[in-house]
């Protein structure tokens, strides 16, 4: 499914079965939950916590999923192709760090 693909389905979900959409700012603040969420589990999965007995069957694969349908919905309300923005910050980012990350002593 490309992007423009996924964030049609979205739209056509909400129009179908969601009924509306949220406001921008309450899917700001949803969209700040599931970052913290995929947060909650990588500190875990990938960090120094364990995981609690609620957290066990929490899947990092369907919470990045959560965030990436509200980044969808927040981009279908705000009328941004997501395609198109991706497009234009990879640009942006070829010439911005055409070198940074080649001359970063960190990253050798």
């Not at 693909?5 to 739209?11: L, R, S, T």
């Not at 959409?21 to 990938?46: D, H, K, P």
């Amino acid at each position: 499914m490309t992007i423009q693909e996924a964030q049609e389905k979205v739209d056509r979900w909400i129009q179908t079965t969601g009924v509306r959409y949220f406001s921008e700012l309450t899917n700001m603040a949803i969209l700040t939950e599931e970052v913290g969420e995929v947060a909650r589990i990588i500190s875990r999965q990938y960090g120094d916590q364990s995981f609690k007995e609620s957290d066990k069957k929490k899947e990092l694969a369907d919470e990045l999923a959560d965030v990436m349908w509200v980044l969808l919905c927040l981009a279908n309300q705000t009328g941004i192709d997501l395609t198109a923005a991706l497009e234009k910050n990879f640009e942006k980012k070829n010439v911005r760090d055409a070198n940074r990350h080649k001359d970063n002593e960190k990253l050798r």
